[in-house]
């Protein structure tokens, strides 16, 4: 297989695909453009060698991996083999935890690849989840003020969802992707065969985020998306390509015109006040899909008790995610009270002036259609509302 790929080196410079239809090796290939930045993007099946082929355009001196300590040994091996076909490659693994998604994560990993002999003509590379990418997205973003990013995501979450992004950030204090920035790749590869052979939970917890885009921004998907998910979360190739190409046309939706997510993107925000909070009080026992799933729950029954969204579209939230299989309830050690103090840090405060006693959120009108305050996609919410609209995820038992 040769890629048609083109890569050049440049932050601001255009990468482009000549569009060819998607073929067997490629069910997805793509050029994904958001704002004045567009980055090749392919999901392969079995595409090692056209990877290598795509890799060699880069004219790298080495490669820079961070991989993910998680991934199965042979994809591993099978990647290290493919970039060490094109160029040494220096590979560290990462073990992905919430709580190493740090600064001084990325610091350490910025002077084992200076020490190791990184330079402007180097490449970082992602190998693993969303978290792996974030942490190393934003080392490629810093190194020598930014060199040359690719992602190989290997979670559904990551291909669907955080590769189709420019952002990158790691934790600080009690707030999530407090420390970060926007920062392009130079190219998105996955192959749908890593992904066929994920855990169901992993699957899950990526549906979370898809049935989040099809609520908050293309409801006329949603028939589709009930109809096409199930509670055991084994999905077929097809189905999984379908899927992300859902997630690709929602994403650019939103952020076509608004590549930093401050405008339009803000929606993709649903569900993330509250399920970051679960997210972080969990110490990450509660996975990021999951999490967002809680938290649009929690959104959409604020909405309701402001006499915005009908019952009956916030029912359709729980149907989706009970189709999906995702939990609708919080677990019992993960504290309201905790996640209310991490709802007060969440990092959208400062789009609208608040009260202390108040916090921005995206809340939906209706399917689709979020309600604006001052331009933003986000309306002010009483903290004691937030507080009580727990009650939704906790419904089991009268914890605190
Ligand atoms: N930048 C963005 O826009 C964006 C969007 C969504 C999520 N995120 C971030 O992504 C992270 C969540 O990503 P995630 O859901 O991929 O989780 P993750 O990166 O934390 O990975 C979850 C687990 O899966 C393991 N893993 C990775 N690949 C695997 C494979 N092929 N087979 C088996 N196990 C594998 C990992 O080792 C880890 O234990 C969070 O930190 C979240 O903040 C960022």
Not at 36 to 65: C, E, H, I, K
Not at 292 to 298: A, K, R
């Amino acid at each position: 297989v040769t890629s048609n790929l083109s890569i050049e080196n440049s932050l601001s410079s255009r990468t482009s695909i000549p569009q060819s239809p998607p073929s067997v090796h490629h069910p997805i290939q793509r050029e994904i453009r958001f704002g004045n930045f567009t980055y090749p993007y392919v999901v392969a099946d079995n595409g090692w060698s056209s990877l290598g082929t795509t890799l060699a355009q880069l004219n790298v001196d080495r490669f820079f991996v961070v991989a993910d300590a998680g991934i199965p040994a042979h994809l591993r091996e099978r990647v290290k083999r493919t970039l060490a076909s094109v160029a040494p490659s220096v590979v560290i693994d990462l073990k992905s935890t919430e709580r190493r998604k740090r600064l001084s994560v990325v610091a350490d990993l910025a002077e084992e690849f200076i020490r190791e002999g990184a330079t402007r003509r180097s490449c970082v590379v992602a190998l693993g989840g969303g978290l792996v990418g974030n942490v190393t997205g934003l080392l490629a973003s810093l190194l020598f003020r930014g060199i040359r990013l690719v992602h190989l995501p290997t979670t559904l979450l990551a291909v669907s969802d955080s590769t189709l992004s420019l952002k990158q950030a790691v934790n600080a204090g009690d707030i999530k992707n407090a420390l970060g920035c926007f920062y392009p790749p130079v190219l998105v590869w996955s192959d749908i065969r890593i992904l066929q052979d994920l855990p169901a939970s992993h699957v899950r917890g990526a549906l979370c985020e898809v049935a989040k885009n099809v609520l908050a921004i293309v409801p006329e998907r949603y028939d589709e998306l009930v109809s096409l998910a199930r509670p055991n979360a084994d999905y077929s190739q097809a189905e999984l390509i379908r899927i992300i190409d859902l997630c690709i046309t929602a994403k650019s939706r939103v952020m076509v015109h608004d590549a930093c997510e401050v405008r339009s993107g803000l929606v993709l925000e649903y569900g993330h006040t509250v399920g970051h909070a679960i997210e972080l009080t969990s110490g990450g026992s509660v996975s990021h899909g999951y999490a967002i799933g809680l938290g649009m729950l929690v959104a959409a029954e604020i909405s309701v008790k402001l006499g915005h969204l009908n019952r009956n579209n916030a029912d359709k939230h729980t149907e989706i995610l009970t189709r999906i299989g995702a939990p609708i309830q919080a677990p019992a050690d993960v504290h309201r009270n905790s996640v209310i103090r991490c709802v007060i840090h969440d990092n959208k405060r400062g789009y609208l002036t608040t009260r202390p006693t108040a916090i921005p959120m995206v809340l939906l009108r209706s399917l689709g259609e979020a309600i604006h305050t001052d331009g933003f996609p986000l309306c002010r919410v009483p903290v004691k509302l937030v507080s009580e609209s727990l009650d939704v995820v906790y419904r089991t038992c009268g914890r605190t």
